[in-house]
C-alpha cells in the first residue's frame, strides 16, 4: 500500500527566510499526482502546489516550489520569503493515476513563521 | 463562488445518537469525497461518490454510511454515534482527467461524541 510520510512535526521559520519541509512517499506505481495541501487555524485545505510523476520539471507556484526526486520518491516544499500568512499545518498527500480512490495524506508539519 | 460547502460547522452528539452531515458543490463535479481528521493527523477516506448512485467504501468506512442522489449532494450519515467518531470531517469534490486531478475541499465539521 502507498504510503506518504512527513518527518517534520513542526518547523518554525523567520520572515523573509526559506525553510523547506520533507515528504517521502512509496508506491509501486509509475504513474501518480503529489500535492503539497495547507490547513490554516481556520481548517479549510487550501491546495499549495502539485506535481504529475510524469513531468521532471518541477512545478512553481510564486513563492513556492517543489524539488521532485521521483527515483528517491522524495517531494519537499520550499517556501521563499516566507510570510506570517504562511503559518499553518502542511500536508503532503499522493494520489494515483489509475485508482481515483487511492488518495493518501501524510501526518502533517506545522510551520510556524516568526517575525 | 460557493464551492464546497458542509454544515454544520460544530455538532455535540451524545453516544448512540444519528446525525448526517450536509455537503453540497456547486461546480458540476462527478466525484466526491468524505474524509475524517483526527487530531495531529492526516486526513483519511471515509467513502467517497463517482457519480449520482454510486458511492464506494474508502480505508475508514466502519459506522458510517453515504448516499449520493443527485451530483451536487453527498451526505454522511452516523447511525449510533461512538466517541472514536470524534473527529473534524472533510467533504470534498473534484473532476478526474489529465491536467484536472484536482480536489477542492469543504471547510470541515467538526464532531465531538460524548
Known amino acids: 500500500a502507498q504510503t506518504v510520510t512527513q518527518s517534520q512535526p513542526e518547523m518554525s521559520v523567520q520572515e523573509a527566510e526559506t525553510v523547506t519541509l520533507s515528504c517521502t512517499y512509496d508506491t509501486s506505481e509509475s504513474d501518480y499526482y503529489l500535492f503539497w495541501y495547507k490547513q490554516p487555524p481556520s481548517r479549510q485545505m487550501i491546495l499549495v502546489i502539485r506535481?504529475?510523476?510524469?513531468?521532471?520539471q518541477n512545478a512553481t507556484e510564486n513563492r513556492f516550489s517543489v524539488n521532485f526526486q521521483k527515483a528517491a520518491k522524495s517531494f519537499s516544499l520550499k517556501i521563499s520569503d516566507s510570510q506570517l500568512g504562511d503559518a499553518a499545518m502542511y500536508f503532503c498527500?499522493?494520489?494515483?493515476?489509475?485508482?481515483?480512490?487511492?488518495?493518501?495524506f501524510g501526518s502533517g508539519t506545522k510551520l510556524n513563521v516568526k517575525p | 463562488n460557493a464551492g464546497v460547502t458542509q454544515t454544520p460547522k460544530f455538532r455535540i452528539l451524545k453516544i448512540g445518537q444519528s446525525m448526517t452531515l450536509q455537503c453540497a458543490q456547486d461546480m458540476n463535479h462527478n466525484y466526491m469525497y468524505w474524509y475524517r481528521q483526527d487530531p495531529g493527523m492526516g486526513l483519511k477516506l471515509i467513502y467517497y461518490?463517482?457519480?449520482?448512485?454510486i458511492t464506494d467504501k474508502g480505508e475508514v468506512p466502519n459506522g458510517y454510511n453515504v448516499s449520493r442522489s443527485t451530483t451536487e449532494y453527498f451526505p454522511l450519515r452516523l447511525e449510533l454515534a461512538a466517541p472514536s467518531q470524534t473527529s473534524v470531517y472533510f467533504c470534498?469534490?473534484?473532476?478526474w482527467g489529465v491536467g484536472k486531478n484536482i480536489q477542492y475541499f469543504g471547510a470541515g465539521t467538526r464532531l465531538s461524541v460524548l
Open positions: 506535481q504529475e510523476a510524469y513531468k521532471q
Open positions: 461518490s463517482v457519480g449520482a448512485g
Open positions: 498527500a499522493y494520489r494515483s493515476e489509475n485508482n481515483f480512490n487511492k488518495f493518501y
Open positions: 470534498a469534490s473534484s473532476t
